[in-house]
């Protein structure tokens, strides 16, 4: 599975980015899926998840009501609606897959399979 991120840039507080994850060479309509971030230094944090059907969504309590998760199964695309940025927000995105299903570990980024390069998101004040 190949995950290529996309969307990231730099915006001032208050504005938005739509990330963008595109999957190939796998069945992505069978892959919970997530979006972590990492700050330099710092390991990898949990941001958001959605089930393979897209029926189910876990949020980080620092990204509820400002982050949306949802997925296109049909275009074989994940997506990260990011509204209300903050300077803290500021960091590499990365997507991931997970194929064990295991939708109560997906807070855990070992729990994830495949990792796609990450994009980078920068909020100024």
């Given amino acids: 599975v190949q995950l290529q991120a996309s969307g990231g ?3 001032q507080a208050g504005e938005s980015l739509r990330l963008s994850c595109a999957a190939s060479g ?3 309509n069978h892959y919970n ?3 972590f971030l990492q700050r330099p230094g710092k390991e990898r944090e949990f941001v958001a998840a959605i089930s393979w059907s ?3 969504t876990h949020y980080a309590d620092s ?3 400002r982050f ?3 997925r296109d199964n049909a275009a074989n695309t994940l997506f990260l609606q990011m509204n209300s940025l903050k300077p803290e927000d500021t960091a590499v995105y990365y997507c991931a ?3 064990s299903g295991n939708w109560w570990k997906q807070t ?3 729990e994830y399979d495949y990792w796609g390069q990450g994009t980078q998101v920068t909020v100024s004040s």
């Fill in 54 to 56: 897209g029926h189910s």
């Fill in 97 to 99: 897959a997970d194929i």
């Fill in 108 to 110: 855990d980024p070992y």
């Fill in 63 to 65: 990204v509820k009501d």
């Fill in 26 to 28: 796998g069945t992505f």
């Fill in 33 to 35: 899926m997530g979006w």
């Fill in 9 to 11: 840039g730099s915006v």
């Fill in 68 to 70: 949306t998760i949802s």
